[in-house]
């Protein structure tokens, strides 16, 4: 059967906070729906099992030019990703990504945060961003920037303790996340400042 | 990580575990124990047994599952990122091989060639939580 | 030759069930048989050539079989299986899946003990013990069996409805700089990273913080 079809251009990698997308030109044949399959090498493959290429069937002759591929792209390893159209009658040489993919290479955003003053307790909620995320989380006394606390917060399915402050006194909050998986940390969130009680609890 | 080497056998060990009929051999646990093993030859022991999982036991359980297969390399990959970082410690010669843990992996080595290949790499595979719930008591 | 006939329909859903490892064989009856059906079962220890029949659960109608003693030592793994016998009849024997007492049990939450003071309440929380042979035989609490267990701790002020969450890894905890006279509700769950396992909630237990003396 020859490869009549162009193969997919353009292929690359869009991932954050370690969600990992494919995404890929698309390649137009008219009067015909193009659809395209993903495979995925890990350097196992390459290294161990005769360089072969597994098949991710969520994104099996799909029309979609873009596949998740974040469950498979599990390790901290370099892997190699490719794609090929297909048309039923007519299929495309495989169109492999430029280099390879590493994970450790994945874009971290500072965490969604939001910082509470109850009387005298000092508290943060943040959002859940899977199970691969911690939040080191820095507080300190306004002013006292040299004498900052941290916390590790792994479980975030409600509103952290985060400690106690003295009455009347602002105290500060920023946030990072940090992934162990691959040992690298996103930048720190904006601060935000509360007021504990006896004193008007203010967002500064 | 380890974790995610866990979490990935955890979907696939009831699968796995079932398409492996011989209930009277172990390859990691008898006649034996890993737990039995000194702290002085964990080091050795782990080093082995990763080389003995990429080198023997992945590549020959291939199924015709494509949703075991992918979580099959999940693991080896894991397994060969954990490996890397083993080596340097191998490399820095912090990883002695005592007279016990070498007699340990000989036996390991001859319970898995006492079957046919893909057997005893089905029978390995499913003996990963064996190793992953010694590495994690010990560690 | 007084062998038994064996097409009697095979006991189903053959597993265990295990909270802080005490380890419980369980299954249904064959399909269709009523009343009268006895059982039998042996189990083994995976690696391990010989399967071993427990005496206390031979010929038994109910349709559970404790193997708690039998499978206690969690650095090993199980397999048990079941035989049911009706009329000169027999079924197969039928197997449970390989059963690993550290990673296939469930734990119960910690049990939670309160007390307070005009501004703190003070909880002590304590973990499950793992089951043991016998009331007066050797205690050892699932803290020794998982090292890396932490507890995470929920306080609800019933007055103000908000809720509180805490991680820790020791098992006390003093929340300092609360309200007087006001009622809190604790419950706490306890979570091991490594194997992965975590119980539910415990149930809410709740207490007042003593009333300002000086108001």
Redesign the interface.
Known sequence: EDALLPSPQNISILSTNMRHFLTWSPVTIQGETVRYSVEFQGEYEREYANESWIPICECSLITATVCNITEDISATVAYNLRVRADTGARRSQWGTLKGFFNRITTSLTPPPMKVIADGYHLLVELKDMGPAFQFCVLYWKKGQESRMHWKMVKDVSSTVHLDTMEAGHDYCVKAQTYVETINRSSSFSQTQCVRAQGGRSLRL | ????I???F?AIK?NI??RDPI????IL??PQ?L?KVKSSDRCCIIHNLFNFY??KV??HCQTED??I??KI??I??????IKKKLEQCHNQNKCLCGQESTEKFKQILANYEGLNITSAAIKSL?EL??L??WM??S? | SGELYCSLPNPRNVHFESINMKNVLHWSAPEGTGEGVLYKVKYSVYGVGKWIRKPECRNINRTWCDLSNETADYEEQYYASVKAFLNGMCSDWMETARFNPLTDTKIDPPVVNLSSTEKSISIILTAPEKWKRSPDGESVSLLQVYPGLQYNVSVLNKKTKKRWFFSISNNTLVVPWLEPGTAYCVSAQIHVTTPLLHSGFSKEYCIATLKDKTA
């Open positions: 990580s380890v974790t995610e866990r979490s990935g955890t009831a575990q079932a209930r009277t051999l172990s646990s008898h124990s737990h990429m080198d992945f590549k494509s949703y297969n992918r390399s999940s080896a990959n894991s397994f060969l990122s499913g939580d064996i992953l719930d994690e008591k560690r």
